[in-house]
C-alpha cells in the first residue's frame, strides 16, 4: 500500500512524460495527442501545490489552463490540429484560445523542469535557490513588478526539501531518480511544443 502508484506524484509525472518524450524524439516528430499530453501535464499540477503561496498564481493559472486542454480534447484530437484550428480562426493570442493556453501550460512544465534541475545541484534542506532560479528563468520575464514582489516575499514560506519530499512520498534517493527521469523525458516534450510555435512563425515569448 505505502508504494502504490497513486501514492507517488514524481513517479506518475515522470512515467506520463517519458510516453510523450517517444512521441517528441520521432523523426519527423509524430502528432502529439492531446488528451496524453493534457493529463501528462496535469499530473504535474500537485507539485505546484505543494510549493505553497509563493506558486499559488502559477497553480491556479496552470490548473485552470490544463483543464481548458483536458476538455478541448474530446473533439480535437492531437496538438498540431489545435494550432492550426486558432490560426485558422486568427484566436492564437486571444485569451482562452487552446493555443495561448498550450503556451502557459509548456512554461509552467518548463518551470518545474528547472526546479527540478536546481534541486539535483544544491546542496542543503532549502528550496529558495532553486525555486528563485526556476522562477526568475522561466516566469519573471513575463510578471509585473507587482507579481514579481509577490512571489519573492512568498520565497520565504516554501516548504524545505525535506517536507517536500515527505508530501511526494519519497526519500531523497527515490526522488532524486525520478526527477532526473522527468528533466530527461520533458526536455524533448518542452522542445515538441515550442517547435509547433516557431515553425507556425508564432513565437514563443507572448
Known sequence: MGSSEADKPLRRIAASFEELATVAKQQPPG???AGAFSRACSNVSVLFGCLGIAFKFAEM??????????????SISTLPSMVELDIQKETVRKPGSHTRNMLRVKRGID???VLFEQ???TEGNS???AASVAYAQVFAPHHGW???????AGMYALPSK????KKLNEDEESAKAQMQNFVRSSAPVIRYVEDLFTSRNLGIDW
Do not use: F, P, T
Request: charged share 30%.
Open 31 to 33: 502528432a502529439m495527442d
Open 146 to 152: 507587482a507579481i514579481r514582489k509577490a512571489v519573492a
Open 127 to 129: 528550496l529558495r535557490d
Open 61 to 74: 493559472d496552470y490548473v485552470a489552463k490544463v483543464d481548458d486542454l483536458l476538455e478541448a480534447s474530446k
Open 111 to 113: 518551470m518545474v523542469k
Open 162 to 165: 525535506s517536507q517536500l519530499l
Open 119 to 121: 534541486i539535483l545541484v
